[in-house]
Each structure stands twice: as structure tokens, then as C-alpha cells.
């Protein structure tokens, strides 16, 4: 039999097809990892406005006799809704949520609600104002290129 008509692959074929399969490997692999991060954005965001609206109609119904706020601990990767008047002297916490390591937390309320003496977002009760009312601004979440952001104005309305 010659050469020629011997069934099989050459050594050719086999490196263009492993060649192809590896593109789209890393291509279907970035793919996923982008929805994944856009995901857990998505959810970060929906339990930060979740917990801020808790926070204030906590308040408005003076539920403990207590105000209510929220405080975003990015060391810790978490979300806290607290009792009391400050995050530092905080009565007790309410709820958590954990959110991705990865997610960089930034924007004006952010800074504000961090700055020394760690006050948080603070709501006064039966009005659900915020108990600053220079504690307007937004929240922005960064991660790996996705980012989203929650705006709080004056009186405590959030928005996307």
C-alpha cells in the first residue's frame, strides 16, 4: 500500500484542530467568566438597594424603638444593616450580605459613609430621612471592567 493511501490524520491536522479547539476554549472560558462577573455586580447591587430601603422603612416604623442604617464594610466584603445611630455605635446588626471579594466599592455616599467616625447611612425614625442629609451621593461597584452604581438623594430615594 503506498504512502498515500493510508488512512489517518498527519501531524498537521491534528495541530490545526488542537489549535482550534483552544481558541474557542478561551474564548467560551472568557465569555462566562464576564457573565459571571456581571452577575455577582448585579446581585451586589440589588441587595445594597435591598438593604438601604430596609434600612429606612425599618425606621419609619421605628421597629426597636431604634433608627436604622447601612454600612458597606469592604474590608470584611460585606453589607450590614445596623441599629443605631452610627455604624461605630451600632446596637446590633439587622442583616448581612457577603459580597465577591473582587468588587471595589467607591463614588461621594461611599466616602462619606466610611469617613471617620464610620457613621454609615443612617435613617431618622418615622420620617425615613436620612439623619445627614449631606449624605446624598452614589455608590459605585467596580469589577474587572463591569461596573454599577446606586444613587441615594437627600431624602433617601434610591435609584439605579
Given at each position: 500500500?503506498?504512502?498515500?493511501?493510508?488512512?489517518?490524520?498527519?501531524i498537521?491536522?491534528?495541530?490545526?484542530?488542537?489549535?482550534?479547539?483552544?481558541?474557542?476554549?478561551?474564548?467560551?472560558?472568557?465569555?462566562?467568566?464576564?457573565?459571571?462577573?456581571?452577575?455577582?455586580?448585579?446581585?451586589s447591587?440589588?441587595?445594597?438597594?435591598?438593604?438601604?430601603?430596609?434600612?429606612?422603612?425599618?425606621?419609619?416604623?421605628?421597629?426597636?424603638?431604634?433608627?436604622?442604617?447601612?454600612?458597606?464594610?469592604?474590608?470584611?466584603?460585606?453589607?450590614?444593616?445596623?441599629?443605631?445611630?452610627?455604624?461605630?455605635?451600632?446596637?446590633?446588626?439587622?442583616a448581612?450580605?457577603?459580597?465577591?471579594?473582587?468588587?471595589?466599592?467607591?463614588?461621594?455616599?461611599?466616602?462619606k459613609?466610611?469617613?471617620?467616625?464610620?457613621?454609615?447611612l443612617?435613617?431618622?425614625?418615622?420620617?425615613?430621612?436620612?439623619?445627614?442629609?449631606?449624605?446624598?451621593?452614589?455608590i459605585?461597584?467596580?469589577?474587572?471592567?463591569?461596573?454599577?452604581s446606586?444613587?441615594?438623594?437627600?431624602?433617601?430615594?434610591?435609584?439605579?
Amino acid at each position: 500500500m503506498s504512502p498515500r493511501l493510508r488512512p489517518g490524520f498527519t501531524i498537521l491536522e491534528l495541530f490545526l484542530t488542537i489549535g482550534i479547539f483552544s481558541i474557542l476554549l478561551t474564548i467560551t472560558i472568557s465569555i462566562s467568566f464576564n457573565a459571571i462577573a456581571r452577575m455577582n455586580l448585579r446581585s451586589s447591587e440589588t441587595a445594597l438597594i435591598q438593604l438601604i430601603r430596609r434600612a429606612q422603612t425599618q425606621s419609619q416604623q421605628n421597629v426597636k424603638g431604634k433608627q436604622w442604617g447601612l454600612h458597606v464594610d469592604s474590608a470584611g466584603n460585606q453589607i450590614l444593616l445596623f441599629s443605631g445611630d452610627t455604624y461605630t455605635t451600632q446596637n446590633g446588626i439587622g442583616a448581612t450580605f457577603a459580597v465577591n471579594e473582587n468588587i471595589d466599592f467607591s463614588g461621594t455616599l461611599y466616602n462619606k459613609m466610611i469617613a471617620a467616625p464610620a457613621k454609615g447611612l443612617v435613617f431618622k425614625r418615622f420620617s425615613g430621612d436620612p439623619v445627614e442629609p449631606r449624605f446624598s451621593g452614589t455608590i459605585i461597584m467596580n469589577m474587572f471592567g463591569g461596573e454599577r452604581s446606586v444613587t441615594v438623594n437627600g431624602r433617601g430615594v434610591v435609584e439605579r
